[in-house]
């Protein structure tokens, strides 16, 4: 049975930071993409950063420069490190594993930006 689990979400304050973290109990784990979504309230939900396989990391226009998506193969992680957080990245936060048709989504992890 395929798991996505996200965890580290919370509340923080306008210009703090938090880390993501999503557990992925994939077999060939390190083959998949992974990707970070969010979704806010009355919004669709929004890719917020990918890394490849390779590790080439994609960044939303509205995140570049203050998160950082990496991986951890060994372990089957995938980490969203966020900065200088605003009230607008206030949303749920999903995990997204993708390998061509197949693809895998967590249940998400609420952030929360306020003071």
């Known amino acids: 049975q395929v798991q996505v689990v996200e965890s580290g979400g919370g509340l923080v304050q306008p210009g703090g930071s938090l880390r993501l973290s999503c557990a992925a109990s994939?077999?060939?784990?390190?083959?998949?993409?992974m990707e970070w979504h969010r979704q806010a309230p009355g919004k669709q939900r929004e890719l917020v950063a990918r890394i490849s396989s390779g590790g080439q990391t994609n960044y939303g226009d509205s995140v570049k420069g203050r998160f950082t998506i990496s991986r951890d193969n060994a372990k089957k992680l995938v980490y969203l490190q966020m900065d200088s957080l605003k009230s607008e990245d206030t949303a749920v936060y999903y995990c997204?594993?993708?390998?061509?048709?197949?693809?895998?989504w967590g249940q998400g992890t609420q952030v929360t930006v306020s003071s």
């Open positions: 997204h594993a993708e390998k061509g048709a197949t693809d895998y």
């Open positions: 994939i077999w060939h784990f390190s083959i998949y993409a």
